[in-house]
Every structure is written in C-alpha cells, then in structure tokens.
Nanobody, 117 residues
Framework: QVQLVESGGGFVQAGGSLRLSCVVSGIVFRNFNMGWFRQAPGKERQLVARITGNGYTNYADSVKGRFTISADGAKKTVFLQMNNLKPDDTAVYYC???????????WGQGTQVTVSS
C-alpha cells in the first residue's frame, strides 16, 4: 500500500516561493503517475499538477506558469515548485499516486501553505 509523506509548506508573502516534497513508499514508483492536490477551507480537494511515469506534466489553469511538478525516481520523491504565490493558493497540499485512472485512497497528512497578501 502506498505511503505518502509531504513536507515543505509554510507561511509566505504574496509573490514568494515554496518547494514541496513528497516521499513515496510501498509502490514501484515508475509505474505510477503522481499528482499534487490542494484543499482550501470549505472547498473540495482539487488536482493542481500531475506527472506521468514518462515525465509528461499537466496543470490546473489556476497554477499554470507558476507551479512546476517534478520527480526523482531514485529518491522516490515528487516535488512541487511554487513561484509567484497568491493568497488564493492558501491550502493544505497533498500528493497522491495514480494507477490507470484511479488515485489511491491512502492520503498523507498534507502540508499547509499559507500566503499572505
């Protein structure tokens, strides 16, 4: 069963940057797509970035051009570089693994990102 441990969140001012990390265990990393989700208070969890096993990436429109997802297969770690952060980016950020079209039901604890105006 996949285990996910997120880190790297924090408190930043608008325009600042953060780099999130997610260490993955329990799966053959290269066989899965990986994604970063976020959930703001009172809102549903949304997918913001995804990377496939062969390195293809896609992003939600709200973060396109500002966020970059990457992966280090040797370290079984997924990263989310977030630049030019906005107050609307404030949320708890989670990573997850996708096999086919299904995301894992096993979520990590997430990491809080707070952006002040």
């Amino acid at each position: 069963q996949v285990q996910l441990v997120e880190s790297g969140g924090g408190f930043v001012q608008a325009g600042g940057s953060l780099r999130l990390s997610c260490v993955v265990s329990g799966i053959v990393f290269r066989n899965f797509n990986m994604g970063w989700f976020r959930q703001a208070p009172g809102k549903e969890r949304q997918l913001v970035a995804r990377i496939t096993g062969n390195g293809y990436t896609n992003y939600a429109d709200s973060v396109k051009g500002r966020f970059t997802i990457s992966a280090d297969g040797a370290k079984k770690t997924v990263f989310l570089q977030m630049n030019n952060l906005k107050p609307d980016d404030t949320a708890v950020y989670y990573c997850n693994a996708q096999w086919g079209s299904a995301w894992s039901n096993n979520w990590g604890q997430g990491t809080q990102v707070t952006v002040s105006s």
